[in-house]
């Protein structure tokens, strides 16, 4: 049973920190590994995916991978109220096609 | 279209109806996929697609469901003599081909609810 966890928060963060979204993953076959951010009442939006272990940034995100530990995580710098949302860890691989899903994590950026 | 497109956006109908929902993927995406996302829940994986065929059909909760594509584009999910369980936001989402480093794009989602 492939599982993906996630804290499912409420996590709150002030206007202008650093918010740290954190997942891990059951199945070390797994090869790929992506983040999305979900609206209230919308659907998921990818917003970063990484495949090598090590750091990947792109803007105010950086996700972080560790295949040894089985963890990955986000990173939101100079976090802004926009950035309040529900974000989903999605994780591919092994024999699986499809995605499997966490729980995710709610975050609120406090003005 | 530049997104995948679904619909109907929300549809209710009575439980022991049958339910028909749509999704056009992203134009060239030969992989498409579909999920639930019950309330509060994370995504539920139900069935995707190589072109026309379906691989895995292992998430399909029952039997009452089932799903189609046609010339490697539109596909189909039809949901038979509907029960109040089956109440959630169906998601479709389309990756450029089948692969561990395919990114999947999200439609917009059909709401649907059983009374």
């Known amino acids: 049973q492939k599982e993906v966890e996630q804290n499912s928060g409420p996590l709150s963060v002030p206007e202008g920190a650093i918010a740290s979204l954190n997942c891990t993953y059951s199945d070390r076959g797994s090869q790929s590994f992506f983040w999305y951010r979900q609206y209230s009442g919308k659907s998921p939006e990818l917003i970063m995916f990484?495949?090598?272990?090590g750091d990947k940034e792109d803007g105010r995100f950086t996700a972080q991978l560790n295949k040894a530990s089985q963890y990955v995580s986000l990173l939101i710098r100079d976090s802004q109220p926009s950035d309040s949302a529900t974000y989903l860890c999605a994780v591919n691989g092994g024999s699986a096609r499809q995605l499997t899903f966490g729980s995710g994590t709610q975050l609120t950026v406090l003005p | 279209g530049a997104g995948v497109s679904q619909s109907p956006s929300n549809k209710v109908t009575e439980k022991g109806k049958d339910v028909e929902l749509r999704c056009d993927p992203i134009?060239?995406?030969?992989?498409l996929y579909w999920y639930r996302q019950s309330l509060g829940q994370g995504l539920e994986f139900l069935i995707y697609f190589q072109g026309n065929s379906a691989p895995d059909k292992s998430g399909l909760p029952s039997d009452r469901f089932s799903a189609e594509r046609t010339g490697g584009s539109v596909s189909t999910l039809t949901i038979q003599r509907t029960q109040q369980e089956d109440s959630a936001v169906y998601l479709c989402?389309?990756?450029?081909?089948?692969?561990?480093?395919?990114?999947?794009?999200f439609g917009d989602g059909t709401r649907l609810s059983i009374l």
């Open positions: 134009s060239g995406h030969t992989a």
């Open positions: 989402a389309s990756s450029l081909a089948v692969g561990e480093h395919q990114p999947q794009h």
């Open positions: 990484i495949y090598s272990n």
